[in-house]
């Protein structure tokens, strides 16, 4: 008897013990990963410079306007003391595209590339900069040692990779100048083609379910698919986008019968495709919950009134399901944020630098822009693929903290 | 209205057997009875709203100036459109107190006239006793107001469209005693205008404010059925039922 229940104690313990345990992991795990994209994200850099800027202007370059960057320029060209920008460069470079029409992002690029050619040698991770400070100036002196005669020394900066340049550049071929404008573009593209797809017809056949279908084996079955199609990997979805969207139907996810040629099927209208089917589950079973949650009491009130069930459906059923059809969908938008697989075997492009400019065009996503770059092997495209990730789980998180927000006022009202 | 020969089934059940029963024009009938004899069923099907429920289904005829309510060509929304119904919790719309009662109006007629609009929800407001309490706060959500306050509210709702017919199901369960009491009082003002069915489990309510009464039983099959109709004082009084003598007088159910 008394042992008995010491025993049953002991293993109460245990339990406890082991589902503290798996929580503490998960935890931990969530914060070693963010602290991992943090400290690559952050951190000291080791930039070498032909040219200081504060040599060209005694205000910082970027603090200039468009028409003060443009004197500038004219007056290097004309002084013909820098050998990257003599006047015959500079008339060359006008006849391209005047400088008169060039923005003021890209005349700074032109400063930098002819002039200033600032170049990142060495990036340090964020634990670095802050504990091994030695090892930085290390690096640092042995890179000014070895500098060839006439070179300006390299100097030592802090360095968020996460900055205004990040968002507004394009991919390119030198890490520090690249950025995730395209791939946040066309990540935005394909979610919002997913959502105009799938909404309506995710509301719709959660409406058709809950308020219309009669109870039966045909509609239970229904039922149990789409739940079971919630658990379906999303690299089949991937292979079911290439097989139909992309290659069957590709006359018309290219656009060719809009009499838009010069296009595969590999664009953002397949990928919405794609990603449509995938998050429709998603979108059905939430939209179904929140529908099933509206009190029948208040479907009782229309109908005595003498509604009609539509619009009863219409006046009061999906009034009162709205914020968990929100839920839903922000849930099901944040899964298509997410995505990498499906979008792989769709076939986002891999190198891209034009933003996307309709339903037919090519397109990367955020995701696939993150494991290209995890895949290069100089050391800066680490920094920004770390950044990229930053700029990615801050996207997620914030889209499931409203869905939670969503979902907990809902109840509150209820 | 007018009952003959109704059965009511949940799919193979028989919930009610067999009821006729002459509903008198603007006087109160009162259903009472043991739970689960079947009065909100039978009630509901003077409105058709047990059409909502897939399996059931109604034989005999239920006769609205004549006309049988279940006649194929009949729309159920037509009907409720001239019987209206107010349910046992109070069930007003999670919108503003004038939407509430405008709601019916609307449907019928989508583009009636704001004024003609607003005296409508006056007259249906004033109509359930409850102009004076809220004509300053209409554009207040309608599940802001008390139980008793929302029951009549959801009578305006009904009355707005203007029925023939007004089903109760015990209105005035959920609420306090002097919520009820106004409401008894209402519903002899409405009287003067509507024919009204209520159901209730309040023997003295049906005694004070019905002019008929119906007494149901369960039949060993559990089907319910009539057993008595007669003016509510003969009930209360002089029941020729043994069955409903116990049951009014409170040795039975
Ligand atoms: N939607 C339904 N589906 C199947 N059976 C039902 C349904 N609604 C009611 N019933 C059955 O019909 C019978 C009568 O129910 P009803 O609700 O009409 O009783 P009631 O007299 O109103 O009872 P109470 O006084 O408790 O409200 C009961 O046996 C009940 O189980
Ligand atoms: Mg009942």
């Given at each position: 008897?008394?042992?008995?229940?010491?025993?049953?104690?002991?293993?109460?313990?245990?339990?406890?013990?082991?589902?503290?345990?798996?929580?503490?992991?998960?935890?931990?795990?969530?914060?070693?990963?963010?602290?991992?994209?943090?400290?690559?994200s952050?951190?000291?850099?080791?930039?070498?410079?032909?040219?200081?800027?504060?040599?060209?202007?005694?205000?910082?370059l970027?603090?200039?306007?468009?028409?003060?960057?443009?004197?500038?320029?004219?007056?290097?060209?004309?002084?013909?003391?820098y050998?990257?920008?003599?006047?015959?460069?500079?008339?060359?470079?006008?006849?391209?595209?005047?400088?008169?029409?060039?923005?003021?992002?890209?005349?700074?690029?032109?400063?930098?590339?002819?002039?200033?050619?600032?170049e990142?040698?060495?990036?340090?991770?964020?634990?670095?900069?802050?504990?091994?400070?030695?090892?930085?100036?290390?690096?640092?002196?042995?890179?000014?040692?070895?500098?060839?005669?006439?070179?300006p020394?390299?100097?030592?900066?802090?360095?968020?990779?996460?900055?205004?340049?990040?968002?507004?550049?394009?991919?390119?071929?030198?890490?520090?100048?690249?950025?995730?404008?395209?791939?946040?573009?066309?990540?935005?593209?394909?979610?919002?083609?997913t959502?105009?797809?799938?909404?309506?017809?995710?509301?719709?056949?959660?409406?058709?379910?809950?308020?219309?279908?009669?109870k039966?084996?045909?509609?239970?079955?229904?039922?149990?698919?789409?739940?079971?199609?919630?658990?379906?990997?999303?690299?089949?979805?991937?292979?079911?986008?290439?097989?139909?969207?992309v290659?069957?139907?590709?006359?018309?996810?290219s656009?060719?019968?809009?009499?838009?040629?010069?296009?595969?099927g590999?664009?953002?209208?397949?990928?919405g495709?794609?990603?449509?089917?995938?998050?429709?589950?998603?979108?059905?079973?939430?939209?179904?919950?929140?529908?099933?949650?509206?009190?029948?009491?208040?479907?009782?009130?229309?109908?005595?009134?003498?509604?009609?069930?539509?619009e009863?459906i219409?006046?009061?059923?999906?009034?009162?399901?709205?914020?968990?059809?929100?839920?839903?969908?922000?849930?099901?938008?944040?899964?298509?944020?997410?995505?990498?697989?499906p979008?792989?075997?769709?076939?986002?492009?891999?190198?891209?630098?034009?933003?996307?400019?309709?339903?037919?065009?090519?397109?990367?996503t955020?995701?696939?822009?993150?494991?290209?770059?995890?895949?290069?092997?100089?050391?800066?495209?680490?920094?920004?693929a770390?950044?990229?990730?930053?700029?990615?789980?801050?996207?997620?998180?914030?889209?499931?903290?409203?869905?939670?927000?969503?979902?907990?006022?809902?109840?509150?009202?209820? | 209205?007018?009952?003959?020969?109704a059965?009511?089934?949940?799919?193979?059940?028989?919930?009610?057997?067999?009821?006729?029963?002459?509903?008198?024009?603007?006087?109160?009938?009162?259903?009472?009875?043991?739970s689960?004899?079947?009065?909100?069923?039978?009630?509901?099907?003077?409105?058709?709203?047990?059409?909502?429920?897939?399996?059931?289904?109604?034989?005999?005829?239920?006769?609205?100036d004549?006309d049988n309510?279940?006649?194929?060509?009949?729309?159920?929304?037509?009907?409720?459109?001239?019987?209206?119904?107010?349910?046992?919790?109070?069930?007003?719309?999670?919108?503003?107190?004038?939407?509430?009662?405008?709601?019916?109006?609307?449907?019928?007629?989508?583009r009636?006239?704001?004024?003609?609009?607003?005296?409508i929800?006056?007259?249906?407001?004033?109509?359930?006793?409850?102009?004076?309490?809220?004509?300053?706060?209409?554009?207040?959500?309608?599940?802001?107001?008390?139980?008793?306050?929302?029951?009549?509210?959801?009578?305006?709702?009904?009355?707005?469209v203007?029925?023939?017919?007004?089903?109760?199901?015990?209105?005035?369960?959920a609420?306090?005693?002097?919520?009820?009491?106004?409401?008894?009082?209402?519903?002899?003002?409405?009287?003067?205008?509507?024919?009204?069915?209520?159901?209730?489990?309040?023997?003295?309510?049906?005694?004070?404010?019905?002019?008929?009464?119906?007494?149901?039983?369960?039949?060993?099959?559990?089907?319910?059925?009539?057993?008595?109709?007669?003016?509510?004082e003969?009930?209360?009084?002089?029941?020729?039922?043994?069955?409903?003598?116990?049951?009014?007088?409170g040795?039975?159910?």
């Open positions: 008897m008394q042992s008995n229940i010491i025993s049953r104690k002991r293993n109460a313990k245990i339990g406890q013990a082991i589902m503290f345990a798996s929580t503490a992991f998960a935890l931990i795990a969530l914060v070693a990963l963010l602290l991992n994209v943090l400290n690559r952050f951190g000291n850099v080791i930039v070498r410079r032909e040219i200081e800027p504060s040599v060209l202007s005694p205000t910082p970027e603090q200039l306007s468009r028409d003060e960057l443009n004197a500038l320029v004219k007056r290097i060209a004309d002084s013909d003391d050998d990257g920008l003599t006047r015959g460069a500079y008339r060359r470079l006008d006849s391209e595209k005047p400088f008169a029409e060039r923005s003021q992002a890209e005349i700074l690029t032109v400063i930098n590339e002819r002039l200033i050619k600032e990142v040698v060495a990036s340090f991770t964020l634990w670095q900069t802050l504990f091994e400070p030695a090892s930085v100036n290390a690096e640092l002196a042995k890179l000014n040692n070895a500098r060839k005669a006439g070179m020394e390299a100097r030592v900066e802090f360095r968020s990779w996460v900055n205004a340049r990040f968002f507004t550049q394009t991919m390119g071929s030198v890490a520090e100048l690249s950025g995730i404008r395209t791939a946040i573009l066309g990540s935005l593209a394909v979610i919002a083609m959502m105009a797809i799938a909404l309506p017809i995710g509301v719709g056949a959660a409406i058709y379910l809950e308020e219309y279908a009669k039966n084996r045909l509609n239970d079955l229904i039922q149990t698919n789409i739940t079971n199609l919630a658990g379906v990997p999303s690299i089949i979805y991937g292979m079911l986008g290439l097989f139909v969207f290659r069957a139907l590709e006359s018309f996810t656009g060719a019968v809009f009499g838009i040629a010069g296009n595969n590999r664009t953002i209208l397949s990928a495709l794609t990603m449509a089917l995938l998050v429709l589950p998603i979108i059905i079973i939430n939209a179904q919950e929140a529908i099933r949650a509206v009190p029948n009491s208040l479907r009782q009130a229309s109908y005595g009134l003498g509604a009609t069930q539509w009863t219409r006046d009061h059923v999906m009034p009162a399901a709205l914020p968990g059809i929100l839920t839903g969908t922000i849930l099901a938008m944040s899964r298509a944020m997410g995505e990498t697989a979008m792989v075997v769709v076939g986002a492009s891999t190198f891209i630098v034009s933003d996307p400019t309709g339903p037919f065009s090519k397109f990367t955020l995701p696939i822009q993150i494991y290209n770059w995890t895949a290069q092997p100089d050391e800066q495209f680490r920094n920004i770390a950044a990229a990730i930053l700029v990615l789980l801050i996207i997620l998180l914030s889209l499931n903290m409203i869905a939670i927000l969503l979902r907990n006022k809902m109840r509150n009202t209820n | 209205m007018l009952a003959e020969n059965s009511i089934f949940y799919g193979a059940f028989r919930a009610v057997a067999d009821v006729t029963l002459p509903v008198h024009e603007r006087q109160i009938t009162a259903i009472i009875g043991p689960g004899c079947g009065k909100s069923t039978l009630l509901r099907a003077f409105n058709r709203m047990n059409d909502l429920v897939q399996s059931a289904r109604v034989e005999g005829k239920i006769l609205l004549g309510i279940y006649a194929p060509d009949v729309d159920a929304v037509a009907v409720r459109r001239r019987v209206g119904m107010v349910f046992q919790r109070p069930n007003p719309f999670p919108k503003p107190i004038y939407d509430n009662v405008a709601y019916g109006v609307r449907l019928g007629n989508p009636i006239p704001k004024p003609e609009l607003d005296a929800v006056e007259q249906s407001l004033r109509g359930a006793a409850l102009w004076d309490e809220v004509k300053d706060k209409l554009k207040e959500s309608g599940t802001a107001l008390s139980g008793g306050q929302q029951q009549r509210l959801c009578i305006a709702r009904a009355i707005a203007q029925p023939d017919v007004l089903l109760m199901d015990e209105p005035c369960s609420l306090d005693p002097i919520a009820t009491i106004k409401i008894e009082e209402l519903m002899q003002t409405l009287k003067e205008r509507y024919t009204i069915m209520i159901v209730t489990h309040n023997m003295q309510q049906a005694a004070r404010a019905s002019d008929y009464t119906v007494m149901m039983m369960m039949r060993p099959d559990r089907a319910g059925e009539m057993i008595e109709f007669d003016q509510t003969q009930i209360f009084t002089n029941p020729r039922d043994k069955r409903t003598e116990d049951y009014v007088s040795r039975f159910g």
